[in-house]
Each structure stands twice: as C-alpha cells, then as structure tokens.
C-alpha cells in the first residue's frame, strides 16, 4: 500500500471520534470517491489488512488502538436521479454529513427527514442504524444503497428489502456486519403535493405550539427538531459524547403492565403487536443515574441515555460506566437494555 501517499501511520484518532477518546489507527486514509474506495479494497486485500470504515465516528466508542487500516469516508455529493410532481430520488454520497443533508432537503421544501435533523455522523451510516428520532426512520424514505465488499473490491446495490431494517437495526449489524462500506445511499422524498408531516411524536407539536405556528412547514419542523435536540443533548464539539448510548427497549405487554403497576409514571408506546417500547433515558434516571459522574465519564445531566466524556476518559472507563448501567436497570426493572453505541 506504500504507493497511496496520503496513508498516514500510527495516526490517532482522537478528532475522527466524538466521544473524544485519545486511541491510534495503525494506519490511516481518507476516500473521497467510490472509485477511489473500490481500488483501495481491492489493494488492501491482497495484503489481508483488518480495515474499520469510519464516518463521523459519532455512534462508536474506541476501548482499544486499531491495528489495522481505518477508511474514512469523504465520498460527499448529491446527484438527482429522479424527479416528477410527487416525489425526488436523491443519491447522496456515503460521507456526506447527514446534518448538511437534511438541511438542504429542508432548503429545497423536499419533505421525508426533517424529523431527522441533528442527528450526528454520515450518510452512508444512516442505514446501518436505521436512524429514527420522532417517529421517522431511515427505511421511511430509503431506495437503495451502493456498498463496496470488503472481501474483494466489488460494487453492490441493496434495496430496501435487502436490508432487512428493523428498530435501529438492519442487515449491516446482523449478517454483514464489516462485510460492507456504504459509498452511496438514494432517499425518495416528498414533493409538496406529496407531504405527510409526523408532527406527534416527542415535543414536536408542543414547540412548535410555543412558536404560535398553525400552517407547518418542512423548516418549521426541522427547527422545532433542533431546538429539542440542542435543548437535552450536549454537541461533541463542547462535550465528548456518542449520542444515545442505549437502544429504547421492547418488552411484552405483559411485562409491561406488570411495571406500570408498580411505577405508574413508567412511559410506553406499542410498536410491533404485543410488544411495548420503553424510554431506556427514564430507566435510567429512575436508577439515579442522570447527571452522575465516576472517574472521568458520567450521563448527561439533561439527558440520562447520554454517556459524556468529563475530560481525559478513555473507552474502556465509558464502557465500565455502561456496563454498570446496565446492571442497575436490569436489577431494578428486569428490563435488559443493550448499547446502541458500536464498541470496538
């Protein structure tokens, strides 16, 4: 590989990881095409080098140096595919930053993720999670996806029915989990005959009731979204942290129910027939845990589902801290809830 100049050794990671953890990368390179990536693939499995492909490096926390070759991802462009009086397919590079893209949806009136807005990382990670916030994921509005094989340098397109999405989940996570890096991703959004607004989930009608505002906009929505989100999550520009670090669990209704009795305060929403989806935040503030700090991390203090770096944390420290949280709700609730965070 020694004839890619911009291969950097040793390199640490510590920029490319929003939970600021001071790791290294054995080595380093950044893509800015699918071409570029492609033959990259191509010329590091001849060598059999472990690779990590890396976005925004918001939804991953880093216990431990990479001894391999880490890909960050700058493919970033947005090609219009497709467009009639409904709808408008956009193929959006798989580095773009998923906040700029949802921004410039909002600034062109296309309808489909402003619920989305604020969300850290990449385009080409959004499908991988499933991103949702507010009632809206990722699958609402996916096509398809173009992935590069890590195996041997080969293009692949997914449909959606490929990818098997579920809650903050698809095939990305499950059976290719590090079999693919995700170069680009088309969404379908909504033109304005088209809209279909999702307004009842969360804060969002309360805010935007505040704003005093009746007819809503695509941008209305995204505002009322941002200002939430700035309201109970730290930005990792200020404050190292990974996002939500837990998935919301799904428990039976059964078991539910039986919480409920004992805690009635305890919030649920049905999702898939018999199973209820509890706010893993609340859980964990009912465990004491909200604005508690151990060492150099702790949970945000506005936030209880937000693990924060205090300062000078390492990986291992933040993953002690999760696993003890964990415990706690277990103990407490007999609810098991498991990181949404991808620990390597």
């Keep these: 590989m020694n004839k890619h100049r911009s291969i ?21 390179i950044t893509v800015t095409s699918t071409e570029e990536l492609v033959a990259l693939i191509k010329e590091v499995k001849q060598q059999e080098t472990p690779v990590l492909p890396l976005g925004g490096g918001s939804n991953i926390l880093f216990t431990k140096d990479f001894e391999g070759l880490v890909i960050k991802n700058e493919i970033a462009y947005i090609n219009k595919v497709q467009e009639d009086e409904q709808h408008i397919l956009l193929e959006v ?8 893209f949802v921004l410039h949806a909002v600034n062109n009136g296309w309808q489909g993720i402003e619920n989305l807005s ?40 997914f449909t959606k029915a490929n990818c098997d999405f579920g809650y903050r989940n698809s095939v990305f996570k499950n059976a ?9 991703v088309t969404f379908r959004l909504n033109k304005p005959s088209t809209y279909r607004f999702n307004t009842s989930y969360g804060a969002i009608e309360q805010t935007l009731k505040e704003k005093g505002i009746e ?19 730290p930005d990792p520009k200020e404050v190292g942290n990974c996002g939500s670090f837990f998935k919301n669990p799904e428990i039976p209704q059964a078991q539910y129910d039986t919480l409920k009795a004992e805690y009635p305060a305890i919030p649920g929403y049905p999702t898939t027939e018999g199973m209820i989806k509890v706010p893993a935040g609340w859980l964990i503030e009912q465990c004491g845990w909200k604005g508690k700090q151990v060492g150099n991390v702790g949970t945000y203090p506005k936030q209880a589902l937000v693990l924060i770096n205090c300062g000078g944390a390492s990986g291992e420290e933040a993953y002690a801290l999760a696993l003890e949280i964990k415990a706690s709700v277990m103990e407490k609730f007999g609810v098991s809830i498991t990181p949404e965070v991808n620990i390597l």
């Design 176 to 184: 290719l989990k590090g079999k693919f890096i995700i170069s680009s």
């Design 93 to 100: 590079g798989g580095g773009y930053n998923w906040h700029e």
């Design 8 to 28: 950097k050794h040793n390199q640490s990671l510590k920029a490319f990881n929003t939970f600021g953890v001071d790791v290294s990368a054995q080595s380093f």
């Design 215 to 233: 007819k809503v906009t695509v941008k209305d929505i995204s505002d009322a979204v941002i200002a939430i989100r700035e309201s109970k999550l």
């Design 118 to 157: 604020l969300i850290p990382g990449t385009v080409g990670a959004s499908p991988i999670q499933n991103i949702g916030a507010y009632g809206v994921e990722i699958k609402d509005v996916f096509e398809s996806l173009q992935a590069v094989a890590l195996e041997d340098g080969s293009l692949h397109t």
